[in-house]
């Protein structure tokens, strides 16, 4: 079975860190673009980052360029989201999933985990 795990959510101040995790089981990980997204409440989910399996490149929405990082551990098979520069608006649950390909569109992913949260609050 394919299986993503989140974890490494919770409350932070403003300006704080925080680094998500998304552990994979039952499928080697780096033969899958991994995409993080989240959903605040009342609010559609949105795509936040993703590392492609086709060339490794890298993506992030402008909301947190500059301030996330994703970034894979092959050997660890898992996929992180490094969160600096942590603002209110970041407060949502972030889902990792799984793709073919780096897709934008949260429809075209196979595999999600089932979230953790994300608090940014002072």
């Known amino acids: 079975q394919l299986q993503l795990v989140e974890s490494g959510g919770g409350l932070v101040q403003p300006g704080g860190s925080l680094r998500l995790s998304c552990a994979a089981s039952g499928f080697t990980l780096d033969g899958y673009t991994i995409a993080w997204?989240?959903?605040?409440?009342?609010?559609?989910?949105?795509?936040?980052?993703?590392?492609?399996n086709l060339d490794?490149?890298?993506?992030?929405?402008d909301s947190v360029k500059g301030r996330f990082t994703i970034s894979r551990d092959n050997s660890k098979n898992t996929v992180y989201l490094q969160m600096d520069s942590l603002k209110p608006e970041?407060?949502?649950?972030?889902?990792?999933?799984?793709?073919?390909?780096?897709y934008s569109d949260s429809r075209r992913y196979d595999y999600w985990g089932r979230g953790t949260q994300v608090t940014v609050s002072s």
Do not use: L, M, N, W
Request: net charge neutral; proline share 6%.
């Open 56 to 61: 490794g490149v890298t993506y992030y929405a």
């Open 90 to 102: 970041d407060t949502a649950v972030y889902y990792c999933a799984a793709a073919f390909a780096p």
């Open 37 to 52: 997204f989240r959903q605040a409440p009342g609010k559609e989910r949105e795509g936040v980052s993703c590392i492609s």
